[in-house]
T-cell receptor, first 114, second 118 residues
Framework: GDSVTQMEGPVTLSEEAFLTINCTYTATGYPSLFWYVQYPGEGLQLLLKATKADDKGSNKGFEATYRKETTSFHLEKGSVQVSDSAVYFCALTPFSGGYNKLIFGAGTRLAVHP | GAVVSQHPSWVICKSGTSVKIECRSLDFQATTMFWYRQFPKQSLMLMATSNEGSKATYEQGVEKDKFLINHASLTLSTLTVTSAHPEDSSFYIC??????????????FGPGTRLTVL
């Protein structure tokens, strides 16, 4: 079945460091891909998404490119801030377009220190 | 906008009792809500899809008589864990899709409810 695998955390970085959180997926057809972020005490929020191959999602300095050839959707940010400390979830929906159930990775906790 | 709340945020109960968790969309109407379960350091697993005015659709392996879902209005869905046992201890998260099409069917998540069964 469809699945998402993301790197284990926690990831600990100093402020202004470069961030990469790896995410790979297994899916039939053409899934839509998402990154969600969960700040302490809050619900998951959509960070960015991409609905087809080679699409790049971006938001708040974060980027991820839908790579069909490597079935990956790695999250990157050039310079992290303390306020980026959160848990990041990679996810997919099995069909492109419309809503469908979300399949999540295990989540990666990011801690950014001053 | 698009805020989802859950109540309670945490609950401790004795084995054999039932616990009800509420999921509310505060500033929008939601025909469809989802219930997820999350174990420590693991993914969110979809339990069921809750549709206003109709029966919930449960994922394979989820006991519908164990996890009762009621979506009685466009802003409220409830999950009742019946005859709870320690293995039901988990973090339960709901999400809602606004009925309005302008928000492109994005799911908005509640903050979760931590259930501990003694």
């Amino acid at each position: 079945g469809d699945s998402v695998t993301q790197m284990e955390g926690p990831v600990t970085l100093s402020e202004e460091a470069f961030l990469t959180i790896n995410c790979t997926y297994t899916a039939t057809g053409y899934p839509s891909l998402f990154w969600y972020v969960q700040y302490p005490g809050e619900g998951l929020q959509l960070l960015l998404k991409a609905t087809k191959a080679d699409d790049k999602g971006s938001n708040k300095g974060f980027e991820a490119t839908y790579r069909k050839e490597t079935t990956s959707f790695h999250l990157e940010k050039g310079s992290v801030q303390v306020s980026d400390s959160a848990v990041y979830f990679c996810a997919l929906t099995p069909f492109s377009g419309g809503y469908n159930k979300l399949i999540f990775g295990a989540g990666t906790r990011l801690a950014v220190h001053p | 906008g698009a805020v989802v709340s859950q109540h309670p945020s945490w609950v401790i109960c004795k084995s054999g009792t039932s616990v009800k968790i509420e999921c509310r969309s505060l500033d929008f109407q939601a025909t469809t809500m989802f219930w997820y379960r999350q174990f420590p350091k693991q993914s969110l697993m979809l339990m069921a899809t809750s549709n206003e005015g109709s029966k919930a659709t449960y994922e394979q392996g989820v006991e519908k008589d164990k996890f009762l879902i009621n979506h009685a209005s466009l802003t409220l869905s409830t999950l009742t864990v019946t005859s709870a046992h320690p293995e039901d201890s988990s973090f339960y998260i709901c999400s809602a899709i606004p009925t309005s099409p302008e928000i492109d069917n994005e799911q908005f998540f509640g903050p979760g409810t931590r259930l501990t069964v003694l």
